[in-house]
């Protein structure tokens, strides 16, 4: 059994899963996600800046949640601190492993980056999470979270050097994939715009206005 939550908690992001795998593995994290647990934990953090992306995430009607099936050891074993599935027409889903994290800083950059990658479908990025299969779309849209949520870490004040320092070293990582798959140096910039405009449109949603770029955009980056 635990076997089972174990892939329905990761998605089974090995495989290339359909749409109506996708859809269905979505109704499952939904159906046992604690949304409770998870607003009072995140509540509980002291940072005003952290709680206004929290509103925003409400506003926007993305869905966050803990995991409420894995017991404590099953979910400390999980590689993942959180995940994101966008899905056409239904609510952003960001599902968090609670029991993974052991400091503040830490839970607040789990929950800057998924809430970038919730911005995927409203941003016009993609219209659905992007998988691992798509090599390009899926590095890509690293690359936007982890920018975005360092842009927010700085913008809250948050005491977060150490995690910074690794999201660009996990940025670094991504972009040598994108280099090996022919992608430019403006690419990846590009990559690193979309995730900052993506963490404005949610921290400062009535400064900014985000636009979808065009298909023109995109191939003048390639």
């Given at each position: ?199 404005k449109f949610l921290m400062e949603p009535h400064l900014i206005e985000v636009a979808a770029p065009t298909l023109a955009d995109l191939n003048a980056c390639r």
């Amino acid at each position: 059994m635990f076997t089972r939550l174990i892939n329905v908690a990761g998605f089974g992001f090995q495989n290339s899963l359909d749409q109506r795998e996708l859809q269905r593995r979505y109704d499952d994290i939904l159906r046992h996600l604690d949304v409770r647990r998870a607003r009072l934990q995140l509540s509980s953090i002291d940072n005003a800046g952290f709680q206004e992306l929290l509103v925003q995430l409400d506003d926007l009607s993305i869905v966050i949640g803990a995991d409420a099936l894995l017991p404590v050891d099953a979910a400390r074993a999980l590689p993942r601190f959180g995940l994101t599935l966008v899905l056409p027409k239904r609510r952003p889903l960001i599902w968090l492993n609670l029991f993974k994290h052991t400091d503040a800083i830490t839970l607040i950059d789990t929950v800057a980056h998924e809430a970038i990658h919730a911005t995927v479908n409203l941003l016009g990025r993609h219209p659905q999470t992007p998988q691992p299969t798509n090599e390009l779309a899926y590095h890509a849209e690293e690359i936007v979270a982890l920018s975005g949520a360092n842009w927010i870490l700085n913008r809250i004040g948050a005491p977060a050097n150490h995690q910074i320092a690794q999201n660009l070293a996990t940025i670094d990582h991504h972009a040598e994939i994108l280099i090996g798959l022919g992608r430019s140096p403006a690419f990846l910039q590009q990559k690193s715009a979309e995730g900052v405009a993506a963490a404005k449109f949610l921290m400062e949603p009535h400064l900014i206005e985000v636009a979808a770029p065009t298909l023109a955009d995109l191939n003048a980056c390639r």
